[in-house]
């Protein structure tokens, strides 16, 4: 009896660039252009049923919490129907997004990947095919298309990012600092898998269950971020707490999670009932039991930022959002610096 074939949703969430047989870049940004963006891909049609779905068709600067709310929901009607989801995305944001996908679908049983391209229609003249960019240019979303379909149908139950010849967990992955092939790097357990000769999935990726599906798209993002450095003002935190922020999140640099000046601002920030959130992964673990932050060394910074959202969509009592950080949630945590 021949295997029925994976019925695979697609979902454009921007990051669809390809370029087509003329050199034109070719990208879908609202509903209509699917049809013609597919034809463009004919091999996709004989890896599984598609069943594309249009979300979000602008640049990845653009997304915002109320799509991720929007592109959860989407995937939890879709679900029931499918076997597997694949969401293209704007390659700026997309760690982003990931994790914060990771946090709001419970009780994952199929595989929801997301994949990117480099390529934008700005990158149409001749001086684009030279140097750096024709690097980007080789790339597209084809080759990541179809490897992130065949991830789709197999036996896997997280939200990942499929790009070059990574499998990689949403929330363990970063964006490389520097240029090159790789635009991603994973951390921790962060890497599921590598395309040689065919996928090869590692034996710490999570399989599909059999639970049913979960979609928790609330969230609120009156996060207020602060990027600690030498030349930081403290007094930053007081505005940022007038401004009417609901958590504080502090991205410091240092094994100190903070210089002692920042102190009194914390603690202002302590008595309002305002979560302080440090992120620092070379930061020691405190164990103090009423410090005035909330130590962050065991996540990357985009997934410590949506979860933030997350859970302060749960609630706003200092005590709860502490726990409920850092409860693992969707595989978020990684193997502590010390």
Known sequence: MAKSRSKIALLFFGGSGIQTGDGRIFEVTKKEEITAWLKELPELGILADIEPVFVFGGPASEVTP???????????????SVDGVVVTHGIDTIVYTGAMLSFMLHNLGKPVVLTTSPLAKEMQSPAD?????????????????????QVA??????????????????????????PGQNFFEPIGEGLLGKVD???????????????KLKVDAA????VCTMRIQPASHAEQIARMIASGCRALMLRSYSTLPYPQSFIPYLRLAQEKGIPVVCHNLFALKSTRANEEYILINDMTYEAALTKCMWVLGKTREREEFRKLLYRDVAGERIKANV
């Open 153 to 178: 149908t197999m036996n896997l139950g997280e939200v990942v990012i499929m790009h070059g010849n990574r499998v990689m967990r949403a929330n363990q992955t970063i964006k490389s600092i520097g």
């Open 197 to 211: 000769f065919g996928i090869k999935l590692f034996g710490h990726v999570r399989e599909r269950g059999k639970g």
């Open 129 to 149: 095919s030279e140097g750096l960019v024709s690097d980007y240019r080789n790339l597209g979303v084809r080759a990541n298309l179809i490897n992130a379909l």
């Open 66 to 80: 109320a799509l991720w709310s929007a592109l959860a929901k989407k995937i939890g009607e879709l679900y029931p």
């Open 219 to 222: 969230l609120d993002d009156h």
